[in-house]
């Protein structure tokens, strides 16, 4: 679907502003800090009847999300530019898998996707109104003219270090991944990366149950991912996620060296329990079981995570990221009891910046 936007003084493709991660949210009197939304990044320009909402590559999304289409429709202004979020939440939280499952070739799909799961749109910088260009303006004086537009979900945002401290642990029950920091008299730099981003950033040892191997080469000669479990109380192994983001040779080192582990044999995911998660599990977009390689759990690695997400037992919201092997725990160590799970929130409250928990 090709979409134009005429008569806009800026066009796309647009590059949006970009961050830096950190370690932690600095003392810094100068910054403008905001929620990190943890969604599909979106600048929306509107021209008259036209909407093109453009990703954070410079493509469109608009075959994805016509309800967010038409909902800008309803309350942009004719001639604007608006820097945001896109999001879909469930059951009070962000749901990242739900967003994701929105990007699907069939029309079909996509509109009944748009009914049961719909998107919104969270703004949080104003990049164009009219035959204004506000790039030069400082962060405060956009962040004024974008609450001046009614209808629009705007992000919250403070001046305050303290204040941003306590969105950093409290936002996260409601699914959001960290805090955002603008200078606050700063221009709108599309491109670069002129703000920060503080994301949490967590270990935990796993068990190494399973693999898949990599898409594109002959299946037994390079691993794509490595799938994770960990033991609850009543010693279920449950699937949490995967890690990968391999380099070509370690793919093929992996392979080798968990060759010896393959098992067709008793596994723990072979006869799944009610309530175990399991990988690939038949849903209403799966119809079958994914395929997967079991693997005896034997051994445990570190990995690096930012966040968990669900009811119990909580998977993680992204993929893991690998450590190290540890050699020196016992898979059966491995429990849910190390996971932080974050206070109940509710992203309503996020938008409304309310300091309390469900």
């Known amino acids: 679907m090709q979409v134009t936007i005429a008569d806009l003084p800026v066009t796309p493709p647009l590059q949006p502003m970009l961050a830096t991660a950190v370690d932690g949210i600095p003392d810094d009197a100068n910054l403008f800090f905001e929620p990190k939304w943890d969604g599909f990044r979106c600048v929306v320009f509107r021209s008259g009847d036209e909407v093109l909402l453009q990703s954070r590559s410079g493509k469109p999304l608009n075959r994805y999300f016509p309800e967010v289409v038409a909902s800008m429709l309803d309350v942009l202004p004719d001639r604007v530019v608006v820097d945001g979020e896109l999001v879909v939440a469930k059951n009070d939280e962000l749901d990242f898998d739900a967003l994701s499952e929105r990007i699907h070739p069939a029309a079909s799909r996509v509109t009944m996707l748009s009914e049961s799961t719909p998107a919104t749109f969270v703004a949080f910088d104003l990049l164009a109104l009219g035959s204004e260009v506000l790039l030069e303006s400082p962060t405060i004086a956009r962040r004024e003219a974008l609450l001046e ?5 705007v992000t919250p945002a403070t001046t305050s270090v303290e204040t941003a401290r306590q969105w ?137 995570y930012t966040q968990t997400e669900g009811e119990q037992p909580v998977r993680l919201r992204h993929n893991g990221q690998f450590a190290r092997w540890r050699p020196d725990r016992e898979p059966l160590s491995c429990r849910y009891d190390q996971l932080e799970i974050p206070a109940r929130y509710d992203v309503a409250s996020v938008l409304k910046g309310e300091l309390r928990a469900r």
């Open 149 to 153: 537009l009614p209808g629009l979900n």
């Open 168 to 304: 950093f642990t409290l936002f996260e029950g409601a699914g959001l991944d960290g805090v955002m920091g603008k200078p606050s008299d700063g221009p709108y730099t599309p491109g670069k990366r002129s703000m920060i981003k503080v994301k949490h950033a967590r270990t935990a040892d796993v068990v190494l149950a399973g693999l898949r191997w990599h898409k594109d080469t002959e299946p037994g000669t390079a691993v794509g991912s490595l799938l994770l479990g960990v033991y609850d109380s009543q010693d279920l192994l449950h699937h949490i996620g995967v890690c990968g983001s391999f380099k070509a040779a370690e793919r093929r080192e992996l392979a080798a060296e968990l060759a010896p582990l393959i098992t067709t044999g008793d596994h723990p995911w072979a006869d799944p329990q009610p309530g175990q998660r399991i990988p690939g599990e038949i849903n209403r977009w799966r119809g079958k079981q994914a395929e997967y390689v079991a693997l005896r759990p034997e051994r445990v690695l570190e990995i690096h």
